[in-house]
């Protein structure tokens, strides 16, 4: 992502095991942090604009979802080098995508939750 760029998808930290692949290689990494548009893969070293497909379950029950994107942006996170991947967009079906976008908003309300019931212990 280029610099003064704006993302327009809400992101989650996470941490999710995923399998990135490209067209030589499978690279297993940790998504840590994730949106309906793309996601920051740690763990994995690839260069900006390569192809690629991530692999990952997001713990609901369905099954796991594979995701086509473009690399977009390297960094290093706790001293491993790490990917922004953004999806493309025919990367997920209508119910695909559904999944993943209540997906986050779950994390996000739990999240808010405990943030608030903190607080409130606090004072």
Known sequence: MESGEKRNDFRIDVVLSVNLETNRQT????????????????????GIGTDVELEFELADGGPPLRLRGLCVRRTVIEGQPASGVQFLPDALSSQGEERLSRFVRRLERSRLAARAEREEEMG
């Open 27 to 46: 690279l297993p990494g940790e998504i840590r942090d994730l949106s309906v548009g793309g996601a920051l893969v740690a763990g994995s070293a690839v």
